[in-house]
C-alpha cells in the first residue's frame, strides 16, 4: 500500500504565502503523476496542479502565476508553493499520487487525507 502524508496547511491572510508538502510511503515501485487537488463543502473536488515524474506541470486557470509545483523524486514528495493567496483559494488541499506497488502492476490513484487552508483576515 501508498500512504501520503501532507503537512504545511493552516489561516494565512490575503496576500500571504504557504507552502504545502506531501510524503508518500510505502510499497511503492515507482510513482508516475503527483498533484494536489482541492475540495469545498458542496463541491466537487477539483484539480490545483499536477506534476509528472519528467517535471511537467499543469496548472488550474485559477492557480496560475500564483502557484508551483515541484516534486522530489528521490524522496518520492511534491510541494506546492501558494502565493497571493484569496480567500477563494480556502480549501482542504490533498496530495494525490499515481503509483504502482510492482513492475507489472497498473498504476493506482492514492490520496491524502487532506490538510485545511483558510485564507481570511
Known amino acids: 500500500q501508498v500512504q501520503l502524508v501532507e503537512s504545511g496547511g493552516g489561516l494565512v491572510q490575503p496576500g500571504g504565502s504557504l507552502r504545502l508538502s506531501c510524503a508518500a510511503s510505502?510499497?511503492?515501485?515507482?510513482?508516475?503523476?503527483m498533484g494536489w487537488y482541492r475540495q469545498t463543502p458542496g463541491k466537487e473536488r477539483e484539480l490545483v496542479a499536477t506534476?509528472?515524474?519528467?517535471?511537467?506541470?499543469n496548472y488550474a486557470d485559477s492557480v496560475k502565476g500564483r502557484f508551483t509545483i515541484s516534486r522530489d523524486n528521490a524522496k518520492n514528495n511534491v510541494y506546492l508553493q501558494m502565493n497571493s493567496l484569496k480567500p477563494e483559494d480556502t480549501a482542504v488541499y490533498y496530495c494525490?499520487?499515481?503509483?504502482?506497488?510492482?513492475?507489472?502492476?497498473?498504476?493506482?490513484?492514492?490520496w491524502g487525507q487532506g490538510t485545511q487552508v483558510t485564507v481570511s483576515s
Open positions: 506534476i509528472t515524474r519528467g517535471a511537467s506541470t
Open positions: 510505502g510499497s511503492i515501485f515507482s510513482i508516475s503523476a
Open positions: 494525490n499520487a499515481r503509483a504502482r506497488i510492482t513492475y507489472s502492476g497498473g498504476y493506482i490513484d492514492y
